[in-house]
C-alpha cells in the first residue's frame, strides 16, 4: 500500500519561491516514476512534472525554466521547487506515483490514467 502527503502550499507574491514536498509513507518496493500535477479552478488537471526511477524528468512547456522536480529516496519525500511564480501557476497541486521504475513517454505522460496513487493536494496561490 502507498499512501502520498504533500505540504509546503501557501501564498505567494508573482516572483516568489515556494518548495512542495511529497512524502510516502508507505513506498513502493523499488523505485517508482513519480510527479507533481496541478488543477486551477474551471481547468483539468494537467501534468506539471514527473521524474522516472533512473531520474529522468519532463516538464510541462509553461514551467520550464522555473520549476525543479527532485527526490530523496532516503527520506522517501519528492520535492518541486517552483522559482519566478506567476498568477497564472495558482492551482492545487497534487503529487502521484505509477508503479514501475520508468514513466509514460513524453507523448503519454500527462494521462492521469497512467499513475497509481495521488496525495490529497497542496494549495499555491500567486498574486
Known amino acids: 500500500d502507498v499512501q502520498l502527503v504533500e505540504s509546503g502550499g501557501g501564498s505567494v507574491q508573482a516572483g516568489g519561491s515556494l518548495r512542495l514536498s511529497c512524502t510516502t509513507y508507505?513506498?513502493?518496493?523499488?523505485?517508482?516514476?513519480m510527479g507533481w500535477f496541478r488543477q486551477a479552478p474551471g481547468k483539468e488537471r494537467e501534468g506539471v512534472a514527473i521524474?522516472?526511477?533512473?531520474?529522468?524528468?519532463t516538464y510541462a512547456d509553461s514551467v520550464k525554466g522555473r520549476f525543479t522536480i527532485s527526490r530523496d529516496s532516503a527520506k522517501n519525500t519528492l520535492y518541486l521547487q517552483m522559482n519566478s511564480l506567476k498568477p497564472e501557476d495558482t492551482a492545487m497541486y497534487s503529487c502521484?506515483?505509477?508503479?514501475?521504475?520508468?514513466?509514460?513517454?513524453?507523448?503519454?505522460?500527462?494521462?492521469?490514467?497512467?499513475?497509481?496513487?495521488w496525495g490529497q493536494g497542496t494549495q499555491v496561490t500567486v498574486s
Open positions: 508507505v513506498s513502493i518496493d523499488s523505485r517508482s516514476c
Open positions: 521524474i522516472g526511477g533512473d531520474d529522468t524528468t
Open positions: 502521484a506515483a505509477r508503479v514501475g521504475y520508468y514513466c509514460p513517454s513524453e507523448s503519454r505522460w500527462r494521462d492521469l490514467t497512467g499513475y497509481d496513487y
